[in-house]
């Protein structure tokens, strides 16, 4: 709450901000509505352990139980009681019963309930893992479309540069064709060559309004805010990882602690099935006031309208068979835990081939740039050599032309072969489980 007071400063359609890439992704994980239910479903979770541990307290409730007896049931007891022959049925009760008291009950030993006790613990923890494994997908989300904003707006520059070169050259080229020092085909040429780039401008700024509208929808801002991307688009010693290369053991992945907690919940669930077959041992006591009268007088004066009834006890209840139902049970997560190390094995190698790849990846985008490099150093030198020769009137217009588009083509190059080092960044703090150290850091 913090960052969003002192941070986003917005009123309306003049609202202006400026985002880092580490703001865009904290206010995406604000925004977000999957991180949202994430962290409701982590709060259920607690709660739901709280549900489970309530069982360790004595349950305790209160009654009032009223009955009528239309027919009162009999006993039959030996005429022989009273002196006389046969079976005899006597009335036991009477027509109006009245009970009310408490009842208390208490969980003594129950070896599944305890195991599922730690299944609500290890299932708490897998809502955690599930929330930190929704805030590296909006972060990751969120990096690649930063970065692309960036390079499309470095693009942009490059161009616009590259325009107003273009248009010293028109204004040099209109008064030579009047002059008639040039022919004035090369001056339609040059104010083709204008109109060409100022095309492929306006094609980015369209192109970059929607990436800009785009994370504007991510990170959950108004899109009438004004947004300028703070962040430098540079090579910096962060993109340089002297150690990336050097680590070759696969990382703990997110989505391998989320199976392995699958594989640990299922594999309690089982237990505490297979541990139903045990005996259950519970506590109980029960104290109530107990009304019987044959007339509906218990609000009259009297001493005699209720009894004090009592008592406390232990219940031992010991299963012996239920049709093979928990066997069934048992069986049926045995299948499921096959299926879960099946799948974390899959996912284990396909992490591994991501890793090779993400590395081969960054190997090859570092080795694009650095070329890249080169090539605006030896374009810079070109267009130099050629302008001063296009001053000195050896160096045609259409040599001028083309060294002035190689330069801009080998800045434009160059801008997005950061872009992909940046992404092949991002995409190594993926593999290796460390998308959280973009807002960490």
């Not at 680590?247 to 299922?266: F, S």
Request: with cysteine.
């Amino acid at each position: 709450m913090l960052f969003i007071f002192v941070v986003i400063q917005l009123s309306g359609q003049d609202a202006k901000m400026s985002l880092s890439l580490k703001q865009s992704c904290l206010l995406g994980i604000e925004e977000n509505v999957n991180v949202q239910n994430a962290a409701l479903e982590q709060q259920k979770a607690r709660y739901r352990l709280r549900e489970a541990e309530s069982k360790l307290y004595p349950q305790l409730e209160a009654y009032s139980s009223f009955s009528y007896y239309y027919a009162i049931p009999k006993l039959i007891i030996p005429g022989e009681i009273f002196g006389q022959t046969g079976l005899i049925p006597v009335e036991i009760g009477t027509k109006f019963d009245w009970s009310n008291g408490f009842r208390a009950t208490q969980l003594l030993y129950s070896q599944s309930y305890f195991t599922s006790l730690k299944l609500a613990r290890q299932m708490e923890t897998l809502s955690e893992l599930d929330l930190q494994q929704k805030k590296e997908e909006i972060i990751f989300q969120v990096s690649q479309l930063y970065y692309l904003c960036q390079a499309t707006r470095e693009q942009i520059s490059l161009l616009e540069a590259s325009k107003k070169n273009m248009d010293r050259l028109l204004g040099i080229t209109e008064l030579q064709s009047r002059n008639d020092l040039i022919r004035k085909t090369d001056h339609s040429r040059v104010s083709v060559a204008a109109d060409n780039l100022q095309t492929q401008i306006d094609n980015l700024d369209q192109l970059y309004s929607n990436q800009l509208g785009l994370l504007k929808y991510l990170i959950g801002l108004p899109m009438e805010t004004e947004v300028v991307l703070s962040d430098t688009f540079a090579l910096s010693q962060e993109n340089m990882l002297v150690d990336l290369f050097h680590k070759t053991g696969l990382p703990e992945r997110t989505e391998l602690q989320v199976l392995d907690k699958q594989i640990e919940i299922t594999g309690l669930t089982r237990k505490s099935i297979r541990q139903s077959y045990l005996p259950t041992l519970t506590g109980f006591g029960e104290f109530y006031y107990q009304g019987q009268r044959n007339e509906f007088d218990f609000f009259k004066e009297g001493n005699d309208k209720f009894f004090r009834v009592g008592f406390v006890g232990i219940n031992l209840t010991i299963p012996l068979f239920d049709g093979f139902e928990k066997r069934s049970k048992i069986k049926q997560y045995d299948l499921e835990l096959m299926q879960l190390r099946n799948a974390r094995e899959n996912q284990l190698e396909y992490f591994s081939k991501e890793l090779v790849d993400a590395l081969n990846q960054y190997k090859n985008s570092l080795e694009i740039l650095r070329r890249q490099e080169k090539n605006i150093q030896v374009a810079e030198e070109i267009y130099d050599v050629s302008l001063q020769g296009y001053r000195q009137q050896v160096v045609s217009l259409s040599d001028l032309m083309m060294s002035e588009n190689e330069l801009t083509e080998a800045h434009l190059s160059y801008s997005n072969a950061l872009m992909q080092l940046k992404n092949a960044e991002v995409e190594m703090k993926k593999v290796k489980g460390e998308m959280l150290l973009i807002i960490d850091n």
